[in-house]
């Protein structure tokens, strides 16, 4: 496992950037594994200011999203639809046909989270996946639990997760208490991933996957150590060590 520890939030950011554009450089038709939430915001603004100085091009780049919100259709401004679209797709060139977020509002979301099994898969999975890390360690949202899905599949969030999300909706009701998400299987396909974490509440999910010699599914992060190719970058409030 590779870190690298940043000074600032976006020092961690342009070190983000500069990998996802070396992965473009060197393989124009990537598919790149993408995440969400307040972690990777400053990466996509990284990207979106490259991409307009001429430094990179998507239009040859796959996009498949960790996980979608059960419930929220792609024009809900908390739906991960719309904060892909607002923070990166519609800023830059790659093609909309080439973007792929699970569907929320899907009848049948079980038959939405083999679809989407399938979908990527039949992509080859991610060249590069992308994590965000939450507070207790979950990551998309494969939370800690005695087992942990290999597959797409409907999730239930946990009390921590709705909390921490919160912050995005007018109330913790609001949250949606489920998300589709890759599952495990589903992001260790990956060939390569790189983990982002800032700031401090992220601090003890990091110290656990840097210091522990154990994997411990209920704290899924820690699981990384059985992957071949991962990069972890932190800023310095997430730095535990
Ligand atoms: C988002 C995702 C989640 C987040 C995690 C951290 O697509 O899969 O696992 O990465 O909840 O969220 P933030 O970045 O908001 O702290």
Redesign the pocket.
């Known amino acids: 496992m590779k870190v690298i520890h940043c000074k600032s939030y976006e020092e961690m950011s342009d070190a983000a950037a500069k990998i996802m554009e070396e992965q473009i450089a060197k393989k124009p038709d990537s598919v790149l594994g993408?995440?969400?939430?307040?972690?990777?915001v400053g990466l996509y603004a990284a990207l979106r200011r490259d991409y307009a100085a001429g430094k990179v091009d998507f239009s040859k780049v796959t996009t498949v999203?960790?996980?979608e919100y059960c419930g929220l259709a792609g024009d809900h401004p908390q739906s991960?639809r719309f904060f892909m679209q607002d923070n990166l797709f519609d800023h830059v060139n790659v093609r909309p046909d080439h973007t792929f977020v699970p569907v929320g509002t899907a009848k049948d979301l079980d038959a939405e989270a083999k679809r989407y099994e399938k979908l990527v898969a039949s992509l080859g999975y991610a060249d590069l996946q992308l994590?965000?890390?939450?507070?207790n360690g979950?990551?998309?949202?494969n939370e800690p639990a005695e087992e942990l899905f290999l597959e797409t599949h409907v999730a239930p969030l946990t009390e921590t997760?709705i909390r921490?999300?919160a912050r995005f909706f007018n109330s913790e009701d609001e949250v949606p208490k489920r998300a589709l998400?890759m599952g495990m299987g589903t992001i260790f396909a990956a060939r390569r991933i790189m983990l982002?974490a800032n700031?401090a509440?992220?601090r003890e999910a990091i110290k656990a996957l840097l210091t522990k010699d154990t994997v411990d599914t209920k704290c899924p992060v820690t699981l990384l150590h059985l992957h071949q190719d991962v990069t972890v970058i932190c800023d310095d409030e997430a730095w535990p060590l």
């Open positions: 993408l995440a969400t939430g307040s972690t990777p999203n960790l996980d991960y994590l965000g890390v939450g507070p979950h990551i998309g949202f997760t921490a999300n998400s982002l700031g509440a992220k």
